[in-house]
Structure formats: structure tokens, C-alpha cells
């Protein structure tokens, strides 16, 4: 089988909208959380976001800087963010340049949870406000989730596979899982990979707020909500940005002389098949996508030395992925550190599995583990569970693994190690 | 220029992401300003907000330059 590597990243999220400012926010255990800012929330029961910040903010995100001016007016964030992720990891790669023979081989499997969402809430008042001759000729596919993909793939001149990842929380990992599956199957030899989000709308916050997912006890003190495996959570914060990768065959990249971050080693996907929301009690589907990630990887629990868990500070959700990883590592649980930086970005949605894996890969790379923020009273099932409770830890990392669970029963996990 | 010259110049400057100067009363929306057909259906839809007439589809189908875009506004508004 043709190996897998990492050859470049891209993040915009809410602690910066680049990788390194990005990832020294959350080594340094700054919280990206705040009031919501993109419309009037007060009559909202969830008030607080972590949003990605505008560009006159120290770590704020500029989107002129890789998307034209029209194309700005025309598409959602989420595909804004998108396409400046994937620009920053081309570019890392070293792969902005491209021959025409090159592209056929490169590719793009980008997704989204939920996609347009703000657009298709404002579009839809125009429609019943003004009429439907009102309604924006780029409506569509403005909105749609592989448009991400579309866009980045039009911009870049990639033409091999065009792919896009529809599995709620867990799109991130599923597309990267993918894309690597598709480069070991020589289907292309580069493939741009992650996911991406932009839900803080009205009807994004309210609809997640009625599922009862959302946080709505910490509107006071926004940098205190996202608060994984704590006794005082209470649902997730969202978060929005992007998260990219490239994905590259093994031999291309060291032919070419590139920079190796990682090598995705395993990757392992189940369903839940027991309900929409709610994870299996037993986490059951979380365990197994677990188990195939690392049976794939050939290693054993005992190998890898940090989980980025998928951990959203919903009460039941960490109690269940924190007993599945319990029961697949046993005695491995003692020297295994295993953190969420949900606690400081938010629940990014679809984009979370990317952002995290390249967290995840910042950590193989960096040789340190990022905390849990807010951890000031764990869960009595915490006990004896490094969870890197409000402060980065140097440690050996040799191999990661990063969970994603999403609505509808759906698993992803993933497994990298340093080469 | 007159004020509807200007008014349509602002809304294409700001629709199509061009610089100012480009947009002149000869400029074809597709050739010179890199609009595309759609582009071109949004331009017209914010000509009929922006001077309260009603541009139908057989005659935005021959707005194709600054110009055309003016003449008709100028012809069909209140």
C-alpha cells in the first residue's frame, strides 16, 4: 500500500488564522470564547461563541488576503475560511505551482457539517420578505458543502479527485481519512484534505440550543463555558474556521525534498446505530472506530502517547468517549496524555477533526501536548487520566490518535505518528 | 457623468470587485470587467433595487456594457 504523509497545514480558527499563531494560543492556554458579536443574541439562551476574529484583532483573520474580493460577497464564511486554510497549506507544501500533468494527480476532499447556513437563513427571509426574484443568482452554490472543494480547486488548478465530506462533527477526520485512502489507492498523489465551518447565526445557535448541545450556564463568563471532563459542563461552545491539510504519497513527497510533518497511519470509522444526538451508552461505535484506527496503524494502545479526544463538554459525550478509550487501552490509560482543546477554540463542527489532527500533528512535531482549559474539578471518572488539565506538557509524542463523533451515530478516528 | 452614470458605477465597482477607473461607459461587464452571466443577473437585480424600476429578462439580456446598463436605467426610471 502507497504511504500516506503530511506535507502542509493550514488553520483559521478562533486563537488565529494561521497555524503558528494559532497553536502558540493554545500552548499558552488562551481561551478564543467571547460574546456573540455576529448579530443581536440576547434573546437567546446561548449568548457566547468562539468566533473566528475580524482582521483587526491581534489574531484576527483577513479574508482578502487569499479570497477575491467577489468571491467574498457570494459564498458563507465556511467557505471562505475554507479556501484560505487550503491556500495556507498549498503554500506550506510548497505546491502553489503546479503543471497541468501534476494537477490531474492533485485533489481535494474538503467538507462541512452543516455548509451555508447563515446564507440560507438570510436568503430565506429575502425570499419571504421581497419575493423570489430577490434571492441572490449565487444562492446556491454559495452555500453548498463541496463548494469548498469547488472553489479551492478552481482557484489552485487541482484536477484530480473533487470530493466533499458530509458526517456532522466528524467531517473533519472522515475527509482526511478519506483523501489518505485515496492517495494509498493511487488515485492522486496529492490531495488537500480537512473540513471546515461558519455557523454563528441566529438559527445555528438557536437550533443547536434546542437540541440541548450548547452551553447556556457560562454567558457571563464566556471563557469559563467550553469546559471538557469538568464537573460544571454543560454543553459545547461553538467554534467556527477551518482546518486543511495536504496529504501527499510518501515517495512524491521525498522526491520533491518536502517537508514531512506526520505520517497518517490509521484510520478507522463505525456508526453508532442507536440514535440521532445522543451517543451510544456504552460507546460502543466510539471504541470500535477506535480499535480499526489502531489495528490499521499496527500498534498498540501503549504506542500512542496523546489523544486529542473529541471531548465537547456535553455531560453525557466525555463521560462515554472517556470510558470507550478506558476500556481500549487498559493498562495503557497510565502513560497515554489525552487532552481537548475544545476547551479553548470551541466545537469547530465539521471543521474540528482537521483543526484537531493538525493540533494533533503540532504535537508530534513540537514534542508537547496542548491542555484542557477550565478542568478545575474533573469528573470522578477522570480519575488516574491524564488529561493535561490548564497547561501544555512537555512529553515524548510519538504517535496520536484524534477522535470525531457526530449526530447520527457517526466515528472517526485517526492515527499518526512522527517519521 | 451624470448621477445615474455614477450611481451604476459604484454598484458594479462594489458587485464586481474592480477597480474604479476600469469601469467606464464603454467597459463590457464580461470582456473588460470579468463578470460572468450570473454576475450579470445579480448587477441587474441590484440596478432595480437601487432605482426602483424593472429590468425583465429579455432586456437585461442586452445589458451588456456600462453604458447599456445606464441608458436603460435613465429611459425606464420613475
Redesign the interface.
Known amino acids: 500500500m502507497r504511504r500516506v504523509v503530511v506535507t502542509g497545514l493550514g488553520l483559521v480558527t478562533p486563537l488565529g488564522a494561521d497555524v503558528e499563531t494559532a497553536w502558540a494560543n493554545i500552548l499558552a492556554g488562551k481561551s478564543g470564547a467571547g460574546p456573540i458579536t455576529r448579530f443581536d443574541a440576547s434573546d437567546q439562551v446561548c449568548r457566547i461563541a468562539c468566533e473566528v476574529k475580524p482582521a483587526t484583532h491581534e489574531y484576527g483573520f483577513d479574508p482578502g488576503k487569499r479570497v477575491?474580493?467577489?468571491v467574498q460577497?457570494q459564498v458563507d464564511p465556511f467557505i471562505i475560511y475554507g479556501i484560505d486554510a487550503a491556500g495556507q497549506a498549498l503554500e506550506d507544501a510548497g505546491l502553489t505551482d503546479m503543471t497541468v500533468e501534476e494537477s490531474w494527480r492533485a485533489g481535494c476532499s474538503i467538507g462541512s457539517g452543516i455548509g451555508g447556513l447563515p446564507g440560507i437563513e438570510s436568503e430565506s427571509i429575502v425570499l419571504h420578505t421581497k419575493g423570489p426574484?430577490?434571492v441572490?443568482?449565487?444562492f446556491v452554490h454559495g452555500r453548498l458543502i463541496n463548494l469548498i472543494s469547488g472553489q479551492v480547486s478552481i482557484k489552485y488548478g487541482l484536477r484530480g479527485p473533487n470530493h466533499a465530506v458530509v458526517t456532522a462533527c466528524s467531517t473533519g477526520a472522515h475527509a482526511i481519512g478519506d483523501a489518505a485512502r485515496m492517495i494509498a489507492m493511487d488515485d492522486a498523489d496529492v490531495m488537500l484534505a480537512g473540513g471546515a465551518e461558519g455557523t454563528v447565526c441566529p438559527l445555528g445557535i438557536a437550533g443547536f440550543a434546542q437540541a440541548r448541545a450548547l452551553s447556556t450556564g457560562f454567558n457571563d463568563t464566556p471563557e469559563k463555558a467550553s469546559r471538557p471532563y469538568d464537573k460544571d459542563r454543560d454543553g459545547f461552545v461553538m467554534g467556527e474556521g477551518a482546518g486543511i491539510v495536504v496529504l501527499e504519497e510518501y515517495e512524491h513527497a521525498k522526491a520533491r525534498g518536502a517537508k514531512i510533518y506526520a505520517e497518517v497511519i490509521g484510520y478507522g470509522l463505525s456508526g453508532d446505530a442507536y440514535h440521532v444526538t445522543a451517543p451510544h451508552p456504552e460507546g460502543d461505535g466510539a471504541f470500535r472506530s477506535m480499535q480499526m484506527a489502531l489495528k490499521k496503524a499496527g500498534l498498540e494502545p501503549s504506542d500512542i502517547d496523546y489523544i486529542n479526544a473529541h471531548g465537547t463538554s456535553t455531560p453525557m459525550g466525555d463521560e462515554l468517549e472517556l470510558g470507550a478509550v478506558r476500556r481500549l487501552f487498559g493498562d495503557a490509560m497510565q502513560t497515554v496524555s489525552m487532552s481537548s482543546t475544545k476547551s479553548a477554540i470551541g466545537h469547530l463542527l465539521g471543521g474540528a477533526g482537521a483543526v484537531e489532527s493538525i493540533f494533533c500533528i503540532l504535537a508530534l512535531r513540537d514534542q508537547i501536548v496542548p491542555p484542557t482549559l477550565n478542568l478545575d474539578n474533573p469528573s470522578d471518572s477522570c480519575v488516574g487520566v491524564d488529561l493535561v488539565p490548564h497547561v501544555a506538557k512537555k512529553r515524548q509524542v510519538r504517535a496520536v490518535l484524534n477522535n470525531s463523533f457526530g449526530f447520527g451515530g457517526t466515528n472517526a478516528s485517526l492515527v499518526m505518528r512522527s517519521i | 457623468m451624470s448621477e445615474t452614470a455614477d450611481r451604476v458605477k459604484k454598484i458594479v465597482v462594489e458587485?464586481?470587485?474592480v477597480e474604479a477607473e476600469k469601469v467606464t461607459e464603454e467597459a463590457s461587464f464580461i470582456d473588460d470587467l470579468?463578470a460572468d452571466s450570473?454576475?450579470i443577473?445579480?448587477l441587474v437585480?441590484a440596478f432595480e433595487?437601487e432605482f426602483g424600476v424593472e429590468i425583465p429578462d429579455d432586456a437585461a439580456e442586452k445589458i451588456t456594457t456600462v453604458k447599456d446598463a445606464i441608458t436603460y436605467i435613465d429611459e425606464h426610471k420613475a
Open positions: 477575491d474580493h467577489k460577497r426574484r430577490r441572490s443568482p449565487h | 458587485h464586481l470587485g470579468g450570473l454576475d443577473v445579480e437585480m433595487e
